[in-house]
């Protein structure tokens, strides 16, 4: 079983920034695939980034493409997310997954076998 906790969520002004963490259980974790979604209230969760084990496979959804940057550090079992040039519009709460099905169909979340318990970003305007 991977557990994966986030952090670095908080409150933040519109145009700020944020770095989130997801520091995972176990080791395996560095041959997953990983992403980010997030979950703003009466809204179901959505694709944020995603990046394949070695780094080498990485996107965004279209709506924080230039302002987002997803990277991992396989040798401490952790996945990061830069948000730079923060929107309203980005409150959320995110969550980071893990599988070990492989790169396809990273936007989906239903791809995914591991989740966090989520950390919550709230931008003010």
């Known amino acids: 079983q991977v557990q994966l906790v986030e952090s670095g969520g908080g409150l933040v002004p519109a145009g700020g920034s944020l770095r989130l963490s997801c520091v995972a259980s176990?080791?395996?974790?560095?041959?997953?695939?990983m992403g980010w979604f997030r979950q703003a209230p009466g809204k179901t969760r959505e694709f944020v980034a995603a990046?394949?084990?070695?780094?080498?496979?990485?996107e965004y959804t279209d709506s924080v493409k230039g302002r987002f940057t997803i990277s991992r550090d396989n040798d401490k079992n952790t996945l990061f997310l830069q948000m730079n040039s923060l929107k309203p519009e980005d409150t959320a709460v995110y969550y980071c997954?893990?599988?070990?099905?492989?790169?396809?169909?990273?936007?989906?979340?239903?791809?995914?076998?591991?989740w966090g318990q989520g950390t919550q970003v709230t931008v003010s305007s």
């Open positions: 997954g893990a599988s070990r099905r492989g790169y396809g169909s990273a936007w989906n979340r239903g791809s995914y076998d591991y």
């Open positions: 176990v080791d395996t974790v560095s041959n997953y695939k």
């Open positions: 990046i394949n084990w070695t780094g080498g496979r990485i």
